[in-house]
């Protein structure tokens, strides 16, 4: 089993930035195996969205249109620990935004951004943007 632990929201002006963090926390071959990590977000009744997500295999990022150019996802994996800065944030990007973590599994360009896909999920921290 895998914990995620995220951090890092709370509440600023549009234009404003924020950096989250996500702690993977578990037996060592647990969070070993984990090669996906991605962010999600769900605002009030909407349903949850893919925003940014990173393969360790691949190295490649992903993100939905809405992040492209605002939101960078990093992973330090000697820390266990995903990251996303967001800037030029806008009221919009308002939402409880999770962590989600998976291990590897083919076709993941594909399917970054399909919650169900993961495994394991944080629980949340809220970010809230005013204008």
């Known amino acids: 089993q895998v914990r995620l632990v995220e951090s890092g929201g709370g509440s600023v002006q549009a234009g404003g930035s924020l950096r989250l963090s996500c702690a993977a926390f578990?037996?060592?071959?647990?969070?070993?195996?984990?090669?996906?990590m991605g962010w999600f977000r769900q605002a009030p009744g909407k349903e949850r969205e893919g925003v940014a997500a990173?393969?360790?295999?691949?190295?490649?990022?992903y993100y939905s249109d809405s992040a492209k150019g605002r939101f960078t996802i990093s992973r330090d994996n000697a820390k266990n620990t995903l990251y996303l800065q967001m800037n030029l944030l806008k009221p919009e990007d308002t939402a409880m935004y999770y962590c989600?973590?998976?291990?590897?599994?083919?076709?993941?360009?594909?399917?970054?951004?399909?919650?169900?896909?993961?495994?394991?999920w944080g629980q949340g921290t809220q970010v809230t943007v005013s204008s």
């Open positions: 990173i393969s360790s295999s691949s190295g490649v990022t």
């Open positions: 989600a973590a998976d291990r590897f599994r083919p076709g993941y360009s594909d399917s970054w951004s399909v919650a169900y896909e993961y495994d394991y």
């Open positions: 578990g037996y060592t071959y647990s969070v070993d195996s984990i090669d996906s």
